[in-house]
């Protein structure tokens, strides 16, 4: 059994006992619930441990713990962190811009990328082609609420 596997198993049991039995649970009860052999309980103690500081369980008191309901994992990589930068580069050029005028403003290395942010708020309505390889913003009141939020 992975890492990933046994963390998937745990939440989901975490998430049962703490719906149906509505009480915090221990590291005894996943060792329980879960029929943990004994050389696998270090196991859970590091699950538990980066559960907690992912936010996904609470720590209620002493070696007491609940499921978060409202936990969601966080987003990562690129299009998380990026695409807002291509969105407000696009915003305040005002005029005509290019994919080239894009990556100058926001460091983004990748044309490529830029592009595909460009692209598809072309196809979404939010933004037009005015020349071969320049672009702008149609409303920017409508592109300010709706995409910049």
């Not at 006992?17 to 996943?30: C, H, L, V, Y």
């Not at 005028?101 to 196809?123: E, N």
């Amino acid at each position: 059994m992975t890492n990933t596997t046994f963390a998937d198993e745990m939440r989901t049991w975490m998430r049962t006992w703490t719906i149906e039995k509505k009480k915090p649970f221990s590291a005894g009860d996943i060792f329980d619930g879960l029929a943990v052999p004994p050389e696998k309980k270090s196991r859970v103690y590091y699950a538990l441990k980066n559960a907690v500081r992912r936010g996904e369980i609470k720590h209620i008191e002493k070696r007491k713990y609940t499921f978060n309901r409202d936990w969601h994992p966080q987003k990562t990589g690129r299009a998380s962190t990026l695409k807002p930068k291509v969105v407000k580069a696009l915003y305040i050029s005002g005029d005509a811009v290019t994919i080239p005028d894009i990556q100058r403003l926001t460091g983004i290395q990748s044309a490529r990328y830029c592009g595909w942010v460009v692209y598809a708020l072309v196809a979404a309505g939010y933004v037009e082609r005015v020349k071969r390889g320049a672009f702008r913003v149609k409303d920017r009141d409508r592109f300010r609420i709706e995409v910049i939020k």
